[in-house]
């Protein structure tokens, strides 16, 4: 999508159509023209409410406020609306809540994620004719709003909203084309494009030469390689170390404890916490934040063969802790307990995780929010305050002292799996705990993304499939995080 901001106001604007918010049933705003047809077909202006007059060209839709996330979800409405008309342009103006620049952003995030589809597999593609949005500098309350303000918000918001964008891309796609492989690839074309990012790749004998038992035994039955990746982004200016790990599972058959087969539909999607990790430094390194930031990603795959790891294995992890194998489909806290303690070799700052871990998480949180786990309240509730900004959806699981004997072995250091089915969220990160060292317990985050990851529904300005977890919310309290620290 091509965006221009014009100094004349709504009304006189020229393009295709006008896109209106009613923002909390306001039909008396002065931008609202249409109000006797709008009351004959029964428009009341109800939150993500949509009408297009294509006779007059317009389309309202209902929005409770002007806050960010209700302006990105009422704009993604008008938006799927207008995809199938001969429009190619459409005009909007502001609605101002707290800041003119949040403002512009908000309506471009809408726009951009709610126009995302994946259609690599598709024979006929659809052609949307709606390729321009002009954005007026004409504010809900009549004041005209700086041209610079707009443009630094449009900027922003491409760059978040294609960054969670490209993950998306990464786990739509299907695990037969995308292995760890070609996650690797991937990374290192990444890499190449962009300012201030380098990007090493690690096979199976790297893994093997540092004590990672825990990832190799999971990749033991795929054909396919296994790939630990590892991004970092920069600048001359670079302050705070921050490191991600993700969660790389290009595909999760459950290994020998075999997922049934309505589970293993959509396990393409466990490479989410690695896909999201990718996300984060394009997004970076587009908006030159002054950070030092590194992704390393666990990339293999869970399959079944004669080779694979088996329940009662004893694996021994980098850190020299052995691991009891009691189910293999807990595998992702097997790679991740490796890429942990190689994450920690970088001396980080903040260390987050992000992983597809537990259905668990979806059972305690529901498929829309993601859990947040570590042992320090004021780096959760940071981390809180800044997704509240972006729009996703998170809440905090404590950490329990009675639920960490439940990871107890009889015969290793530590099982795989929790002793109980209840909690299964929290012991999953407990587990992960035992990878982080004391130095970095209060610097570490875990991130379950398993719910929000990918839905076989529509959501808001999310479409089918990816929805990119954990890019914008992580890309929001890096700004927020720079902010600091330059003043």
Partial sequence: ???????????NAKADVTIVLVVNKNLDHKWVKHREILSTLGFKAENEE???????????????????????????????LLKRTGYESAKIALYVDKCATHAASAIVEGLELGSYEFTRYKSKKENVKLQEILISTESYDGSQI????????????????TAANYAKEIVNSAPYDYTPIQMAEDALKLAEQLDDVTCEVFDEKFLLSQGMGAFLAVNRASEHPPRLIHLTYKPKNAQKRIVFVGKGLTYDSGGLSLKTGDYM?????DKSGGAAAMGIIKG???LKLPLEVHAIIGATENMIGGNAY?????????????????????????????????AQELKPDLLIDMATLTGACVVALGEYTIGIMGHNDDLKHELYRAARKSGELVNALSFNK??????????????????????GAITAALFLDNFIQDEYKDKWLHLDI?????????????????????????LYWLREIAKKEQK
């Avoid at 091509?2 to 009304?11: G, M």
């Fill in 284 to 286: 970076l390194a587009e």
């Fill in 1 to 11: 999508m091509k965006y221009n901001i014009t100094k004349e106001n709504l009304e």
């Fill in 310 to 342: 088996k329940p009662d294995d004893v694996l021994v992890a980098k850190n020299g802790k052995t691991i009891e194998v009691r189910n293999t489909d807990a595998e992702g806290r097997l790679v991740l307990a490796d890429c942990l303690c190689y």
């Fill in 146 to 161: 700086e041209q610079e303000k707009i443009s630094l918000g449009i900027n922003n918001a491409l760059a978040i909203a």
């Fill in 265 to 269: 539909l959509t396990m393409k999607a």
């Fill in 450 to 474: 398993a719910g929000p990851a990918y839905l076989e529904k529509e959501w808001g300005y999310n479409g089918f499939g990816a929805t990119g977890a954990g890019v914008r919310l992580n």
């Fill in 402 to 423: 009675h639920l960490k004997p439940l990871l107890k072995s009889n015969v290793a250091d530590i099982s795989n799996v929790s002793a109980s089915r209840y909690g």
């Fill in 50 to 80: 949509a009408l297009l007059l294509a006779g007059e060209r317009y389309v309202y839709v209902g929005v409770n406020s002007a806050e960010a996330d209700e302006i990105r979800v009422a704009v993604s409405k008008a938006y799927k």
